[in-house]
């Protein structure tokens, strides 16, 4: 029989928001209080549905122990055998849900996501197709209902992204969006190729939570801030005022740089967010890596051989090389149709996370069963 981890941390949490619930002043904090009654809810739904795969488990058990036992009646042996199937999956139902059910939510997957594009390797090639994966992703998010706020964007000579940096705000915005930080490459025959040979170029997605001011202490000593005019398209107030903002972040060297708005305030604000959502973004990763010394960079070199996804236009194919998904839609795809990628995506998360739980080696699902 499969075990399961051990419910008892979880039935000391219970314990202990039920007694914060008992106390009288608990719901002088509205927000709070709606927190831990959320969290105490979902944990004696966790703790009911142990409790009745254990009293499955137990039928079956004694089901199959009944099958082999030679003084058994035979009417009892027929009737045990007629019910193991469906004692066994309901069993295997419950194990799921409870196992499910263990997994720690991430905090900041209700957050709204600071994204940002950058052309890798390929020239313009590069920095259009930057223009077009933000192009994917608003029309997604405009589908989700969800807005999107420019932040901070460099133009190419031809008319793409060399970088665009914008937040997208609405529901579970970086829970959808996560997984699609990494190397994006493209393949197909740029506009300026004149022999039709196909060309290989990538752009960087790296994929923020927003930030809030109590997530993360930033020194306002271990900031260098300058100030500078705004030069290219924007129009004249843009270009006569030192509206510019850059910050650099010494103790890390992070550097935000930020000139869409004609406010030097409104810069400054949308720049702090941006250099926010970094250090909070880094922080996570430095805590992950304590548990996953093997997880991979988030957006590595930018190098071509570094890719998470592929988007082969001559075939019609975009290939998720993670899970090994292949999907031959791709301009429905750049259309930003990109629903069922997303939830293969998170499919094969909470396998990975399941994995972890049962101690088992984790392999990513194939194409073929990630379609439901």
């Known amino acids: 029989m499969d075990e399961l981890p051990d419910i008892e941390p979880f039935q000391r949490r219970h314990d202990e928001l039920g007694a914060q619930m008992a106390d009288p002043s608990f719901y002088s904090n509205p927000r709070r209080a709606a927190d831990v009654t959320r969290e105490h809810q979902k944990l004696s739904q966790l703790i009911a549905d142990h409790a009745a795969f254990q009293r499955v488990d137990r039928e079956v058990g004694e089901a199959l122990a009944l099958g082999k036992d030679p003084t058994a009646d035979a009417d009892l042996k027929e009737l045990a055998a007629a019910e193991l199937p469906e004692l066994q999956q309901r069993r295997e139902e419950l194990r799921k849900t409870v196992l499910l059910a263990m997994i720690p939510p991430d905090p900041t997957d209700s957050r709204d996501t600071v994204m940002e594009i950058r052309a890798g390797t390929g020239g313009d090639e590069a ?67 004149a022999n039709g040979r196909i060309h290989t170029s990538t752009v960087t997605v790296a994929v923020l939570p927003e930030a809030e001011e109590v997530d993360v202490h930033i020194d306002p000593q271990d900031l260098e801030i300058t100030v500078s005019r705004a030069s290219g398209p924007g129009g004249q107030g843009v270009n006569t005022t030192d509206s510019a903002v850059q910050i650099v972040h010494k103790p890390t060297g992070l550097i935000v740089s930020c000139a869409d708005e004609r406010s030097q305030l409104k810069n400054k604000a949308k720049a702090m967010t941006v250099l926010r959502s970094r250090l909070l973004k880094r922080r996570e990763e430095e805590e992950r890596a304590k548990y996953a010394a093997t997880r991979r960079s988030q957006i590595g070199s930018g190098d071509r051989s570094e890719r998470i996804r592929t988007y082969n236009f001559p075939q019609n194919r975009m290939t998720d090389h993670r899970i090994g998904l292949t999907l031959y839609s791709l301009p429905q795809v750049m259309e930003g149709d990109i629903q069922t990628l997303i939830n293969a995506l998170q499919k094969a998360d909470y396998e990975e996370k399941l994995a972890a739980l049962t101690g088992q080696a984790f392999a990513p699902a194939r194409a073929a069963d990630l379609d439901d």
Do not use: N
């Open 127 to 193: 920095s259009l197709f930057a223009a077009e994966l933000f192009r994917m992703y608003s029309k997604y998010a405009d589908g989700c209902g969800w807005k999107i706020q420019p932040m901070s964007s460099s133009l190419s000579e031809r008319g793409g992204f060399k970088e665009v940096i914008f937040l997208i705000t609405g529901v579970d915005v970086y829970k959808q969006l996560k997984f699609e930080s990494g190397v994006h490459r493209v393949q197909r025959v740029p506009v300026t190729e």
